[in-house]
């Protein structure tokens, strides 16, 4: 059976990252097509008329969600751990994540 090499690890997590970051890099590579100046408009066109170009174009909107998501699951993970190994409720537990995040 496969043992993970380090049991905090969350190795689902790269997965989705790596899908998030190409689908970044899709939806920034079309960003400039749409602001430079086009020679051959009919190529333009004929690309923004495809079919998979609102839903490329769509990820922009959706990997914001998909970042905090991600974030978010992170955060829970990490918190619930912490509560297994201190089962006492602390504000200050929350002050100092937060203050760790904003640091980075």
């Not at 690890?9 to 689908?23: E, H, M, Q, S």
């Not at 749409?34 to 690309?47: G, H, S, Y």
């Not at 923004?48 to 839903?55: D, K």
């Not at 699951?73 to 537990?93: A, D, M, N, T, W």
Request: one cysteine or more; a positive charge.
């Amino acid at each position: 059976m496969w043992k993970d090499p380090k049991p905090n690890a969350l190795p689902f997590l790269d997965g989705l990252r790596a899908i998030g970051a190409l689908t970044i890099l899709v939806v920034h590579s079309q960003l400039p097509m749409i602001r430079m100046p086009v020679w051959n408009t009919e190529d333009l066109e004929a690309q923004a008329n495809h079919v998979m170009f609102p839903l490329v174009n769509s990820g922009n909107t959706h990997m914001i969600q998909f970042f905090f998501t991600l974030g978010g699951i992170v955060f829970g993970i990490s918190c619930l751990k912490h509560f297994e190994r201190f089962p006492g409720f602390r504000f200050q537990y929350f002050i100092d994540k937060l203050f760790r995040r904003l640091v980075r």
